[in-house]
């Protein structure tokens, strides 16, 4: 069973930095994407970033592209999503997730996430 456990959400000043992590269990596919989405209150859900296991690749919405970085440590399954010069447009609740590679894939379609972490950005 897919397991993915998100950490690391707070309340933060614009401008200033936050690490999401997700810890992951529970794979026993060889080629996935695990990535993370966000969702504000009345917004549709937004791919944020993605990482491909099968190449390394990622992928950054342009809404972020340049100020947050997705890493991952497979000795310790963990995903990271480090978010700097965050902005009061980036509040949402961040989820980590995955999806299995059979083939061409977007950075959201996503078939499994965790509970989610509360990003709160203060002007």
């Known amino acids: 069973e897919v397991q993915l456990v998100e950490s690391g959400g707070g309340l933060v000043q614009a401008g200033g930095s936050l690490r999401l992590s997700c810890a992951y269990s529970?794979?026993?596919?060889?080629?996935?994407?695990i990535g993370w989405f966000r969702q504000a209150p009345g917004k549709e859900r937004e791919g944020v970033s993605c990482?491909?296991?099968?190449?390394?690749?990622?992928v950054y919405a342009d809404s972020v592209k340049d100020r947050f970085t997705i890493s991952r440590d497979n000795a310790k399954y963990t995903v990271y999503l480090q978010m700097n010069s965050l902005k009061p447009e980036d509040t949402a609740v961040y989820y980590c997730?995955?999806?299995?590679?059979?083939?061409?894939?977007?950075?959201?379609?996503?078939?499994?996430w965790g509970q989610g972490t509360q990003v709160i950005v203060s002007s």
């Open positions: 997730a995955v999806l299995v590679i059979r083939g061409p894939w977007r950075c959201a379609d996503f078939t499994s």
């Open positions: 529970g794979f026993d596919f060889d080629d996935y994407v």
């Open positions: 990482l491909s296991t099968s190449d390394g690749s990622t």
